[in-house]
């Protein structure tokens, strides 16, 4: 993909938000602690136009998160370990 950065727009799934590019990630909460195989999280990625305004978000879903394997799910605390 060739396109300038300054033809390229990211911003939330919902199309809501546009990210600021002088931002990381992390300032919109976004992480490997919230960004998950099990709970993915989305970014849209739009290009300018020849009109000059940006395309309208169409995200299409590619692919659904595994189930995660009963080894990596979170374990209920045992009753001697709350003590």
């Known amino acids: 993909m060739k396109v300038e950065p300054e033809n390229q727009q990211l911003m939330n799934e919902r199309g809501t ?30 290009f300018r136009q020849e009109n000059g ?16 394997p009963e080894v990596m799910k979170p374990q209920e605390p045992q009753a001697h370990e709350l003590n």
């Open 53 to 68: 305004e940006f395309e309208s978000l169409d995200i299409t879903p590619l692919s659904s998160p595994p189930e995660l």
């Open 17 to 46: 938000e546009v990210f600021d590019d002088e931002k990381q990630l992390s300032d919109y909460n976004l992480s490997a602690q919230t960004a998950r195989a099990q709970s993915p999280a989305t970014v849209a990625l739009v």
